[in-house]
């Protein structure tokens, strides 16, 4: 930092009496200078210090002036006890007084409230108050200011306390410092930066310390010892500098926190006043002696430059370290004035007035930003340049280069001819570096830290102003002092080449032949010998590394990004793509990229293409060089043919078609053509051709013409091209089935594939006919019958079937699967059946049973499950594997049939309002059903419905014991809700009967003739006998029925025939006969009914009392010759069953058996049920139906 005087005067009075200048102030836009000057007011133009005008209004000396921070009045305070108010056009507009001499005044920021201080008051005005408001105070009040927010203000006394007032007078906080009226307060100052957090205040007092409160009276930092009388106190507008004068007799410079940087002006008497011009770097100082000099600041660039890394100084006391390339930046606080920076590698030296800094990277990461202390050279130096290595600084004065050690060992010197005007650091090995070193007298040179002997490179007659060495140490580049710069090959020494209005020089540090300069607010790249190419550019280059120009302006340096594309281009004209691709490595466009592949592969030099093409991701001349690299391995080496396949990827058709027939490949011409849809070049570039080359080429011209959107025109030219496939294809995706059919019937039968894939269009088109047109044209029969199964053509299907068994399964098998989709499960199940498909059938029949459960339709269930039963009897018969199996399931599905028949009629009497069947029969099924359900119910069977309806019948016919066994089996299951109330009444009432079943319900065995109870533990078999009872379908009545079995060697054949023979038997006449005993007399009505004895069946039913093993009846052929055929009912069920025989005890209880499912019921009731159902109650055989 340097200060220059711009202008300096001295005022004196008449009599040329020096007179004291006790304040100054600036107005806000810096342009006046408003000067307190013995007992007049003083406005001077701060340009050129010119005197605009002496203001009259005091009779005494003017101690204080402050002007309003909007530049619209200022104000001026006397010993004369009086305060005027001043417009910016030098004209008093208003005057009050205080009693005793006024001492200071300020301006609120904000507000533009006056507060003006004497010794035993102060007062505020506002331009909108008629008086002023007065406040006492206990001392001499000798400076003041407001905060920046015009909040509070601030008083600084004689007694060493500052006082913080509000806007209204009353004190907020007190600060007393610890020298009180000893170290009177001189001169105070609220820093006016915007980016502090707190108010800060500094207050300058006689005790010589300078001290930094916040507003809340907290000290920041300790004391700061002055060694002088501090008269005042101002800072710069940002508030990160201010000045202070005094006793010392000289304005000094300090940052923010008190830290000295160094004298603005020597004057000859007390500084009684300073300020700084808002905005700029103006200094102004008020001397005891009438003087009043006016500075510029000039602060000097402090900074130092390697690669990517630049240190350099801000707010003389700090050092930033700036990443230029990732904007990575440190802040190093040495709370000192730094003198000199040097940077290299990881080493960092800062130059302090008493001491160097050596810094160390934290780590060796590139872009590790933090910074450690390596070591302290403890001492003074003065030097003009100041250079860092790994293990030594070099500090340069005028001629003298030393190289001392971290330790301040003194290890070299070299003393130059002239003065040094640049140095460097050019790298080199840790502890051996080497300078490059310019001096005055034109000389370069290259000294090594470890040689005591500086080199000389080579010498000119002009002045070095910058230097710089390209990467490989064999080129120099110098600018001297007439801004020329001069690149020389070191070696030779020879100049390579000149260019002048350059200022400073950089080699690109990753390419050898290209350098830039800076000059005339211009940059200039150089590229090994081509022209210089510009651009606007502000600034010094002070580095060149790949495509980043570090740009130094003013005080801030910028890594600026520059296109390498000119000195690219510059080496394409020459055709060195090496060397061109190498500069586009530093940074150029995507263009530019894609320019240089094109060149290099036009230039035949696939390797830089590639790579070229590999950064702009062109996938598609990648392939174009990776196929011509391949055949290159194979042997070809014609450049002419690869230049033509280059010249047909860029487009340049005609050029290539010229070099294919030049090498002899007239195909790739054509199919270069062709594919390209340029049928017209194809024909002229043929001529008379092959017709086979006529022939391809109207096959090709028919696939432009398909992906062209022109159909129509496509399949006619394939047609005539004789390729009927593709004809057909797009015929088809069109849907023109007239042109298609014309075709189909000129395509001879032996062409199966075009008319197959006509077909397939047909079917496709919903145009069966047709379709089956060319099926028969074929004479595809499983085609054919595939079509009408598509089609759901199921008469024309089972035509052909009748016809061709062999497709049986084709048809009934997705036939079944139809009925299927379609609900018609029960068709389905017979379809499946008929095509052998079992599995299938059963699988239909069990989601039907299922279904019907769940939907509580129960007869639907019985039927169903009566139909899985022959099923499973079909697949016994048909599959002996499975026989037993089929078998198992066929009784449980019976049996569940049974079941789901009886519970239909139990959910119909629950579920619905009336009944149509008697109480009897009710009673019955109930019955059967609750004997059936000793174990778990089946699903959708209920327990709670079935003896509900048990107990209720039972109750309805007397049988009062069932009922209430009923009721009772019924307290253990869960009941629903609304039967509750019904059932406890009716169990109730059931207990007042007697505990008794009425005699009529008691069931018989018609074989040992024993009365079973109602509720059997045996079931539906007698106690008695164990014979099983044979249940009428409909009223579940017990009927005279007794099963039989054969001897083991007769068959059902021999039965039957001896069971029709029908042996006569001998029979009285039905008359009337008297017989006479004694004195009594007795007729007999004989009906001609033979005596049981004489019944052969009778005699087998006898059987062993009391014997708990079933004993069946086994009969004999005798037996079977005595029985009448009307008797008997025969099962005959189909194999693998056996069949079953039933003798009717009551010829006259007419029977009547179903031949379908073999239920057994009275005759009356079967002939009813027939004619309302028209069909088998049980079964759903109809009635027209053969046996």
Not at 173 to 179: A, D, L, N, Q, S
Not at 184 to 198: F, L, M, Q, R, T
Not at 439 to 455: E, M, R, Y
Not at 552 to 580: G, I, K, N, T
Request: hydrophobic share 35%.
């Amino acid at each position: 930092m340097r200060a220059v005087a711009t202008w300096i005067d001295k005022v004196h009075d008449r009599d040329k009496v020096e007179q004291c200048i006790y304040d100054l102030a600036f107005r806000p836009d810096g342009s006046q200078l408003i000067v307190a000057a013995g007992n007049r007011v003083l406005v001077y133009d701060t340009a050129d210090g010119t005197l605009i005008q002496p203001l009259k209004g005091h009779k005494d000396t003017v101690y204080c002036v402050a002007y309003a921070k909007d530049g619209k009045r200022f104000a001026s305070g006397s010993a004369d006890k009086s305060i005027i108010i001043w417009t910016s056009k030098l004209e008093g507009i208003l005057k009050y007084t205080h009693n005793d001499s006024i001492q200071c005044v300020a301006y609120n920021p904000v507000t533009h409230q006056l507060a003006s201080c004497s010794s035993g008051d102060f007062g505020l005005w506002s331009p909108e108050q008629k008086s002023v408001s007065k406040h006492k105070v206990s001392s001499k009040i000798t400076c003041c200011g407001w905060t920046n927010d015009g909040q509070y203000l601030a008083l600084g006394m004689m007694n060493g306390v500052v006082s913080i007032r509000n806007k209204s007078g009353e004190e907020k906080v007190k600060i007393e410092r610890p020298g009180g009226s000893l170290s009177p307060i001189w001169s105070i100052a609220w820093n006016p930066s915007k980016d502090e957090h707190n108010d800060i205040l500094a207050v300058a007092d006689w005790g010589q310390r300078l001290s930094f409160y916040q507003l809340s009276g907290k000290q920041i930092g300790k004391d700061r010892q002055l060694n002088f009388d501090p008269c005042c106190v101002s800072f710069f507008s940002k508030g990160e500098y201010m000045v202070m004068g005094g006793s010392d007799k000289q304005a000094s410079l300090y940052t923010k926190d008190g830290v000295r940087l160094g004298t603005i002006g020597e004057q000859s008497s007390w500084v009684w006043t300073c300020r700084v011009k808002p905005d700029s770097n103006y200094v102004v100082l008020g001397c005891q002696d009438g003087t009043i000099a006016f500075f510029q600041l000039i602060f000097s660039t402090v900074h130092g430059l390697y690669k990517d890394r630049y240190a350099y100084r801000e707010s003389m006391t700090d050092v930033i370290v700036q990443h230029l390339i990732t904007e990575q930046k440190v802040r190093i606080k040495c709370r000192e004035l730094v003198k000199k920076i040097a940077i290299y590698r990881s080493r960092l030296a800062i130059q302090l007035p008493e001491k160097i800094l050596i810094y160390e990277l934290h780590s060796d990461d590139s872009s590790d930003m933090h910074y450690r202390v390596k070591e302290k050279i403890c001492k003074r130096f003065e030097c003009n340049l100041l250079v860092v290595c790994s293990q030594h600084i070099i500090l340069c004065q005028e001629k003298r280069l030393q190289c001392l050690s971290f330790t301040a060992i003194r290890e070299k010197e070299w003393l130059m001819e002239s003065l040094i005007r640049y140095i460097k650091v050019i790298g080199g090995p840790s502890g051996r570096e080497g300078l490059l070193v310019g001096l005055k007298n034109g000389a370069i040179l290259k000294i090594f830290v470890d040689n005591p002997f500086a080199i000389t490179l080579l010498k000119q007659n002009t002045s070095v102003r910058c230097l710089d060495m390209s990467t490989s140490r064999s080129k120099l580049a110098v600018v001297d002092e007439h801004n020329t710069c001069l690149v020389y090959d070191i070696h030779t020494k020879e100049l390579l080449f000149q260019e002048p209005n350059a200022n400073s020089v950089a080699w690109n540090t990753q390419c050898e032949d290209m350098l830039c300069f800076s000059g005339s607010g211009y940059l200039n790249i150089k590229a090994s010998n081509f022209p210089v190419h510009q651009q606007k550019l502000q600034g010094f280059v002070v580095g060149y590394n790949g495509s980043k120009i570090f740009c130094l302006h003013v005080y801030s340096m910028a890594a600026v990004e520059v296109p390498q594309s000119a000195p690219m281009y510059q080496y394409l004209e020459r055709r060195m793509f090496q060397e061109a691709y190498q500069i586009a490595c530093l940074g150029v466009t995507d263009n530019d990229w894609r320019d240089l592949a094109t060149e290099a592969l036009e230039g035949l030099d696939f390797h830089t293409a590639k790579k070229a093409f590999i950064r702009v991701r062109d996938l598609r001349y990648l392939e174009l060089i990776n196929s011509i690299e391949e055949r290159k391995k194979r042997g070809e080496s014609n450049n002419q043919l690869f230049l033509a396949d280059v010249y047909a990827y860029q487009g340049k058709f005609h050029e290539a078609a010229k070099l294919y027939r030049k090498t002899g490949h007239d195909s790739r011409a054509l199919s270069m053509y062709t594919d390209l849809r340029m049928f017209d070049y194809a024909k002229d570039f043929l001529g008379s051709a092959d017709p086979k080359d006529t022939k391809l080429l109207m096959k090709k011209q028919a696939d432009w013409a398909k992906n062209s959107k022109e159909p129509r025109a496509a399949a006619d030219m394939y047609l005539t091209a004789g390729e009927h496939m593709k004809a057909i294809e797009i015929i088809g995706e069109h849907g023109w089935m007239d042109m298609l059919i014309d075709l189909a019937r000129k395509l001879d039968k032996a062409e199966r594939e075009p008319l197959s894939r006509c077909a397939v269009f047909f079917k496709k088109f919903n145009h069966h006919g047709y379709a089956a047109e060319i099926y028969n044209k074929m004479g595809d029969l499983k085609a054919l019958v595939q079509l009408h199964v598509d089609a759901r053509h199921w008469d024309e299907a089972f035509s052909l079937v009748e016809k061709h068994s062999q497709f049986r399964d084709d048809v009934y098998v997705p036939y079944a699967q139809w009925l299927a989709e379609h609900d018609r499960f029960e068709e389905a199940q017979r379809a499946f059946h008929q095509a052998g498909r079992q599995a299938e059938a059963v699988r239909v029949l069990e989601q039907l049973t299922h279904n019907a459960v769940v939907e509580s339709r129960f007869n639907d269930a019985s039927y169903y499950y009566w139909m899985l039963s022959m099923q499973c009897l079909d697949i016994a018969r048909d599959n002996t594997e499975k026989k037993e199996e089929m078998l198992k399931k066929f009784h449980s599905f019976q049996h569940l049939a049974e079941l789901y028949h009886v519970y239909h009629s139990v959910h119909r009497y629950m579920s619905e309002p009336f009944s149509s069947n008697m109480p009897e029969i009710l009673f019955n099924i109930s019955r059967f059903l609750f004997h059936n359900l000793s174990r778990d119910a089946p699903l959708g069977i209920s327990k709670v419905d079935t003896l509900y309806a048990l107990a209720k019948q039972s109750k309805l016919l007397g049988a009062y014991k069932v009922a209430r066994h009923a009721f009772e089996k019924l307290q253990g299951l869960k009941i629903p809700s609304r039967y509750q109330d019904s059932m406890e009444l009716s169990c109730l009432t059931v207990r007042s009967k007697p505990y008794r079943d009425s005699e009529d319900l008691i069931p018989m065995c018609y074989r040992c003739s024993t009365n079973n109870p109602l509720l059997n533990n045996q079931g539906n078999s007698c106690i008695n006998c164990r014979q099983p009872f044979i249940y009428s379908a409909s009223s579940y009545e017990v009927l005279p029925l007794v099963e039989f079995y054969l001897e083991e060697d007769i068959s059902d054949e021999e039965a039957v025939s001896l069971i029709d023979l029908e042996v006569p038997r001998v029979q009285t006449n039905s008359s009337w006969q008297e017989t006479s005993s004694g004195e009594a007399q007795c007729l007999r009505m004989d009906d001609g009914i033979e005596d049981p004895e004489d019944d052969p069946f009778t005699a087998k039913l006898s059987f062993e009392q009391g014997g708990r093993a079933f004993v069946p009846v086994l009969v004999n052929r005798g037996v079977l010759r005595s029985m009448s055929r009307r008797d008997v009912l025969i099962k005959r069920w189909p194999r693998p069953l056996s069949w079953q025989y039933y003798r009717s005890l009551l010829p006259d209880v007419s029977i009547t058996m179903c031949p379908s499912c073999f239920q057994m019921f009275h005759s009356e009731d079967y002939e009813l049920l027939v004619l309302q159902h028209n069909c088998c109650p049980y079964c759903r055989r109809p009635i027209d139906e053969p046996s």
